[in-house]
C-alpha cells in the first residue's frame, strides 16, 4: 500500500472513532443538561478543563515519546518491548509521584470534587499512553475502536448514575473515570501489553530519549490551552460574561474547520514519522501539504458562503452581534490548520523544543494583540489577535522549515485564488444581500470543484480500485 492510501485509510479508521463518539456525547447532551443543574455542569466542565491543562504537566508528555520511538522501531519485537516497559515505568512514577503530592497538600485544599480531579488524571494518563502505544504499534483500528468503546461506557455508567442514582456532578465525573477504565482494560487485553512488559526490558538511556523528545512539548500544550482558554477569560474580565456567550457562539463555525483537521492531523504525524528516512520526503510533505490545504481552503470559504444561512438557523438573534466575527475566526481557522500540517515535520525529525517556543511566543503575541487592541475594537479583538498571531505562528514555522531543513512550497495560484475568493465571499457576506449570497454559493462550489479536481479523481480512483478487487 502506498503512502496516500495508508494516510487516506489511517484517515477514515480515526474519523469513524472521532465522528461516533462526537455523534453519542451530542445526541446525549439534552440528557445531560436536563438532569444536571447549570452548576452541577459547570463543575464537570470544570473538572475537564483542569484535566486537559494538568494532564501533559503531570505526565510529562511520556505517551507522545513512546509513540514516536515506537514508529521508529516497529519491526522490533525487543525493541518494542523495552519502549513500552519503559513507558509505562515512567508513568507509574510519576503516577506515585503525583499521588503522594496530592496527599501532601489535600489537607490544604477545600473542596469535595478534588478527589474525582485526581482518579480523572490518572486514569488519563494510562490511557493516554495505552492510545499513543496502539498508534505506534500501527493498530489505528484497535486505537478508534477503543474510542468508540471508551464513548459507549461514558455513557452508559452516566446514564445510570446521572438518571438512575442521581449522583449529579459525581455521577457524571465517575462515568467518565468507569468508561475510560474500560478503554484500559480493552488495550491491555487485545493489544496483549502483558507480554511487552518485562521490568528487565526498562532502560535509562531511552527514559533520556523520551524525556528529551516529550518535556518540550509540555510548554507546547500548556500554550495551546492558553491559545485557547485566554480570549474567554480576557474578553470575560474585560467585555462581560454576556459578551463571552456571544463570542463562544461565533466560534462554532470555525470549529467545524479544527475538529475536521484535528481527525486527519493523528494520521498525517504517524505517516510524516514513519516516512521520515525516504528519499522523496520533502516531496510527499509538499504533495499532502498542498493537496489538504486546497482542501480546507475550500471549506473555509464554502463555510463563510454559508454561514448567513446557517446563522439565521442555529443561533438565537440575541447573538446576533457575533455575526460580524464569524468570517474572520474562520480565516483564522485556516491559519491553524496550515501552523498544523507544517509542524509535523517538527515532530518527525524530533525537533520538539521548536514546536514548543513558537506555540508558546504565538500563545504571548495573542494576549498582547487582544489586551491592545480589546478596548478600541472591543470584541473584534478576539478574532483579530487570533488571527494575527496564527498567521505568524504559519509563516514562521514555514520560514524555519525552509532554512533548516527543506523547502515548503505551496503553489502560489493557490494562494492567489484563494485570497481574491475570499475576498469575495466576505464581502458578499458582510453585504446581507440574499441574491449575491445565492451567487456566493455558485462561486464558492464551483471554485472547491476546481481547485479539488486531482483529489477528487484521485479519491474516486481508490474507491474504484476497492471496490473491482472486492467483486474479484
Not at 383 to 390: C, G, K, M, P, R
Request: include cysteine.
Amino acid at each position: 500500500m502506498n503512502r496516500e492510501r495508508k494516510l487516506i485509510k489511517n484517515t477514515i479508521i480515526i474519523a469513524i472513532g472521532k465522528i461516533c463518539t462526537s455523534f453519542l456525547s451530542f445526541f446525549l447532551l439534552p440528557l445531560y443538561t436536563g438532569f444536571l443543574s447549570t452548576k452541577e455542569y459547570g463543575i464537570v466542565d470544570l473538572v475537564n478543563t483542569l484535566v486537559t491543562l494538568l494532564l501533559p504537566i503531570i505526565s510529562l508528555q511520556i505517551d507522545q515519546g513512546v509513540f514516536r520511538e515506537l514508529i521508529d522501531h516497529r519491526n522490533s519485537e525487543k525493541s518494542k518491548c523495552v519502549i513500552i516497559t519503559t513507558g509505562i515505568i515512567l508513568i507509574t512514577s510519576q503516577t506515585l509521584i503525583f499521588i503522594l503530592m496530592c496527599l501532601a497538600i489535600s489537607p490544604f485544599i477545600h473542596n469535595e470534587y478534588k478527589t474525582f480531579l485526581i482518579i480523572n488524571l490518572v486514569v488519563c494518563m494510562y490511557l493516554t499512553l495505552f492510545q499513543q502505544i496502539a498508534r505506534g504499534l500501527g493498530n489505528n483500528e484497535k486505537y478508534t475502536i477503543d474510542s468508540v468503546i471508551c464513548s459507549i461506557f461514558t455513557i452508559l455508567f452516566n446514564v445510570i448514575f446521572i438518571v438512575i442514582f442521581k449522583f449529579g456532578a459525581r455521577g457524571m465525573l465517575l462515568g467518565t473515570i468507569f468508561g475510560q477504565l474500560i478503554g484500559i482494560f480493552y488495550f491491555f487485553i487485545y493489544l496483549k501489553l502483558f507480554k511487552y512488559i518485562n521490568i528487565k526490558n526498562y532502560n535509562k538511556q531511552l527514559k533520556k530519549v523520551i524525556w528529551k523528545y516529550s518535556i518540550p512539548l509540555i510548554p507546547n500544550a500548556i500554550a495551546w490551552w492558553v491559545l485557547g482558554a485566554s480570549d474567554a477569560i480576557i474578553v470575560s474580565t474585560i467585555l462581560g460574561i454576556d459578551m463571552n456567550g456571544i463570542l463562544a457562539a461565533s466560534l462554532k463555525l470555525s470549529t467545524i474547520i479544527v475538529t475536521l483537521y484535528s481527525i486527519f492531523n493523528i494520521s498525517w504525524h504517524e505517516s510524516a514519522a514513519v516516512n521520515i528516512n525516504d528519499n522523496d520526503f520533502d516531496s510527499f510533505v509538499n504533495k499532502t501539504i498542498n493537496v489538504l490545504f486546497k482542501l480546507f481552503l475550500s471549506l473555509s470559504i464554502c463555510l463563510i458562503t454559508f454561514a448567513p444561512f446557517i446563522f439565521s438557523i442555529m443561533i438565537n438573534k440575541k447573538y446576533s452581534m457575533g455575526y460580524v466575527l464569524i468570517p474572520i475566526s474562520i480565516i483564522s481557522a485556516l491559519f491553524n490548520v496550515l501552523q498544523g500540517l507544517v509542524v509535523v515535520v517538527f515532530a518527525a525529525k524530533k525537533d520538539t523544543k521548536l514546536i514548543a517556543t513558537t506555540s508558546t511566543a504565538s500563545a504571548i503575541i495573542n494576549i498582547i494583540i487582544h489586551l491592545s487592541l480589546i478596548k478600541f475594537i472591543g470584541l473584534y479583538a478576539s478574532v483579530v489577535s487570533t488571527l494575527i498571531s496564527l498567521l505568524i505562528l504559519s509563516v514562521y514555522r514555514i520560514y524555519v522549515i525552509n532554512k533548516k531543513y527543506f523547502k515548503i512550497k505551496i503553489e502560489m495560484k493557490t494562494i492567489v485564488s484563494g485570497l481574491v475568493i475570499i475576498l469575495i465571499v466576505t464581502l458578499i457576506y458582510y453585504s446581507k444581500n440574499l441574491y449575491f449570497q445565492i451567487l456566493s454559493i455558485c462561486i464558492s462550489l464551483t471554485y472547491a470543484v476546481l481547485l479539488n479536481k486531482n483529489s477528487l479523481n484521485f479519491l474516486l480512483n481508490v474507491v474504484k480500485s476497492k471496490f473491482i478487487s472486492r467483486k474479484e
